[in-house]
């Protein structure tokens, strides 16, 4: 309910509910600071700097609005945090850059006027806080010839490289990397190449990169034949490919890390609400809003974990915060600086919105019910169609006294009801705003139940325990400091009999989750979804290609837009290869680079100075030897384990766990002339925590969920 106070009665009255980690990651990336870098502003005044500068664009339509009334309606709804606009939106309404959007698609002609005026548009984005998406399909391909200068092209992909070095080299709005999304259409001569540019880990860092899928390429595969590849240039026909074969290239890399996802392009073009104004081309970079070029939209998500009251769903509550934050996304795009004026131009003619949901699995876990039921996906279900069902009835409301969208007429609603927004539901990654409203990410499982973070502010080492978890724990009696410590070193509670079997069957993680269930319940939530869903389907190691191949069908068969799928650990150990006609597996060592960087650390023992050579690759330890005291007893030991230490790094053994090891040899001993004392301490003076589950920023956990590595402790994410 509104309250009807003065400012400073509504701020005394309504505090942010920020748990110190919030806190911790407001004061880093989102609150005021002065020259100094000192911080001057309060959640509170935040929020409310928010609230009151969006709350302004109700005079365009209104010159009597109650401007104060709606100001303290938008800072209630985030004050509680049953609702939060995205990122940009927070950090800087009411402030002198004023660009709110997070997601912006960009075209790229066959020119180099062209590209390079978008390469032009996307730093002014990056800059000013926001994500970029491309479709490269439109550009000619390799070796085509080019009129001009009577040369031949280079092909898509060699653009891709430019525009990553240029997104290097902008620090993305002083507060994280730029990201894009690089897309290019199945049918596209390149394809090939396209599929494998990520190959290496070192390639193309500021991509995220997806096949856009045409039905044509689909019923090829399904009748196990050939489709036609075109030359954007010409717009014939340069050749056929094998569906399967171009299938099982797709998989192998995404089997390898994580990439290319898929997009199923003609499935977007359908549910495009404007098709006579454009086609979709490409996506935001974490790939849930399909947008036109030089189409932004705005973003934000209701906090569904705060919805589940008493063993249901409050129906009344959520319709409410659903109606606030459709009026809150609307006046965004009038309030919004864009940093381009095409851009300006194109969303105000369709006025995208996004709303979304965070704290799925929060509100699971409140009502009993299991991630991984048949309930939990016609409950998710139901709450999506009455948030949909909601929100497009008060645009509607909106277009009553604001008027429709301005293509409204050239829109597929065309003849109905007048509405505000030509989309208005999507769910886009909530890492950072999930972890300031203290909720679960969208509709993601949680990812464990209690982990250990290190506080960034005196380097100490705490649990962090699902808050609902820890409630339920004690209610039922079978809390414990014991029983915390030993979950947080699993991260999930089935293997814990102490803990009644009800409570498991509930709080289950994202690892406890079939590769099938994670897509049905994607699935669920796009039935009701305008736009898309960013979210991560995350296989088991040991997963298989078929794996993978199995998933990306399984998600066209129920209707999903796209699909990205993580092999745990793909990314920190590309060694798994098959070998033989039975199709078994063995380990291989990764290869060292040709240059590599290398760390020398002196360490001092009784013996005398030892030294250690750690070689490093994209921050992670790879090999490790030792030069030992000529005299030292202990040199053929320290030769030893310093190439079995090698081999293991090489062959995607975690550091951090051989460090366990070797940190509880040492305790066994406690010499400081022992090999394991030397490569501890040589591994603690260079600050190698040998895991790449650990933020650069600030060592903190990082989590692979929604399409967006996210720090749990300091927000840090790179999409």
Not at 238 to 262: D, F, H, Q, Y
Not at 516 to 532: G, L, P, S, W
Not at 625 to 652: N, Q
Request: one cysteine or more; charged letters at 25%; proline letters at 5%.
């Amino acid at each position: 309910m509104v309250m009807s106070a003065s400012r400073e009665e509504l701020l005394a009255k309504v505090k942010p509910a920020v748990t110190p980690n919030s806190l911790m990651v407001l004061e880093k990336r989102y609150l005021r600071k002065d020259a100094e870098g000192n911080v001057v502003e309060k959640p509170e005044d935040m929020l409310w700097r928010v609230a009151e500068n969006i709350a302004q664009a109700d005079k365009n339509y209104d010159a009597h609005a109650e401007l104060e009334m709606t100001a303290q309606e938008f800072y209630i709804a985030m004050a509680t945090m049953d609702f939060l606009p995205n990122s940009p939106t927070l950090m800087n309404a009411g402030r002198p850059l004023q660009q709110l959007s997070a997601c912006f698609v960009l075209p790229i002609e066959d020119s180099m006027d062209s590209i390079f005026e978008t390469l032009k548009n996307t730093a002014l984005i990056h800059k000013s806080g926001g994500g970029t998406g491309f479709s490269f399909s439109r550009l000619r391909p390799s070796r085509d010839m080019v009129n001009s200068t009577n040369g031949v092209s280079s092909g898509p992909v060699s653009f891709m490289q430019v525009f990553n070095a240029a997104t290097e080299a902008i620090k993305q709005g002083g507060t994280r990397r730029g990201a894009n999304m690089g897309m290019l259409r199945v049918d596209h001569p390149d394809i090939m190449d396209f599929i494998t540019c990520k190959t290496k880990n070192d390639s193309l860092n500021n991509f995220n990169i997806s096949v856009a899928i045409t039905k044509e390429f689909m019923d090829a595969l399904e009748d196990n034949g050939e489709y036609a590849l075109y030359n954007p240039r010409t717009k014939q026909e340069t050749g056929r490919l094998k569906a399967s074969e171009v299938m099982e290239k797709i998989v192998e890399n995404a089997w390898k890390n994580g990439e290319p996802g898929i997009v199923f392009i003609d499935r977007m073009n359908e549910a495009n609400p404007t098709p006579a104004v454009g086609e979709i081309e490409s996506t935001n970079p974490c790939g849930e809003q399909p947008l036109l070029p030089y189409e932004s939209c705005n973003l934000g998500s209701i906090n569904l974990g705060h919805f589940a009251v008493n063993s249901s769903v409050d129906w009344d509550k959520l319709e409410k915060v659903t109606k606030t934050a459709v009026h809150f996304l609307d006046n965004v795009i009038d309030m919004n600086n864009y940093p381009v004026k095409k851009i300006d131009e194109m969303t105000r003619s369709n006025r995208k919105i996004g709303l979304g949901v965070m704290g799925w699995a929060d509100m699971l876990v409140q009502l009993g019910i299991p991630y991984n039921s048949h309930e939990a996906l016609k409950l998710g279900e139901k709450v999506m169609s009455f948030v949909h069902d909601k929100a497009a009835a008060a645009s509607e409301d909106l277009a009553l006294k604001r008027g429709a969208f301005p293509n409204f007429k050239k829109s597929i609603f065309a003849g109905g009801d007048p509405r505000r927004n030509a989309t208005l539901t999507t769910i886009a990654p909530t890492g950072t705003i999930g972890i300031i409203a203290g909720a679960s990410g969208g509709i993601e499982p949680n990812f464990a139940i209690a982990y250990k973070r290190t506080n960034v502010l005196d380097n100490a080492e705490m649990h962090e325990v699902n808050p609902y978890f820890e409630k339920t724990a004690k209610e039922m009696g079978f809390y414990s400091k014991e029983l915390i410590d030993k979950i947080a070193e699993k991260g999930c509670i089935k293997e814990c009999k102490e803990i009644p079997e009800k409570v498991r069957k509930v709080y289950i993680t994202a690892h406890d989750i079939s590769p099938e269930d994670h897509i049905r319940m994607q699935a669920a939530f796009q039935k009701h979804t305008h736009n898309a869903i960013s979210k991560t389907v995350i296989l088991p190691s040991n997963a298989t290609r078929s794996d993978v191949e199995g998933a990306f069908l399984l998600a066209y068969e129920l209707g999903c837009k796209g699909l990205t799928v993580y092999r745990d650990g793909s990314r920190k150990n590309q060694v798994i290869s098959s070998r033989g006609s039975t199709g078994g597996t063995r380990i291989e060592p990764v290869e060292l680079p040709k240059i590599r960087d290398q760390k020398l650390v002196e360490v001092d023992t009784s013996e005398g100075k030892v030294f250690v050579h750690i070689t490093m690759a994209e921050k992670e330890p790879l090999e490790v030897f030792i030069t030992s005291p000529v005299e030292s007893k202990h040199a053929e030991t320290y030769e030893a384990l310093a190439m079995i230490m090698s081999d293991a790094l090489r062959c995607g053994r975690a550091p951090e766990a051989l460090l366990k090891h070797i940190q509880r040899a040492n305790l066994k001993h406690g010499s400081v002339v022992s090999p394991t004392y030397a490569i501890l301490r040589a591994f603690r003076m260079l600050g190698v925590n040998g895991s790449s589950d650990k933020c650069d920023e600030c060592g903190g956990v990082v989590v692979l969920q929604e399409g967006c590595q996210t720090c749990l402790s300091c927000g840090a994410s790179k999409c």
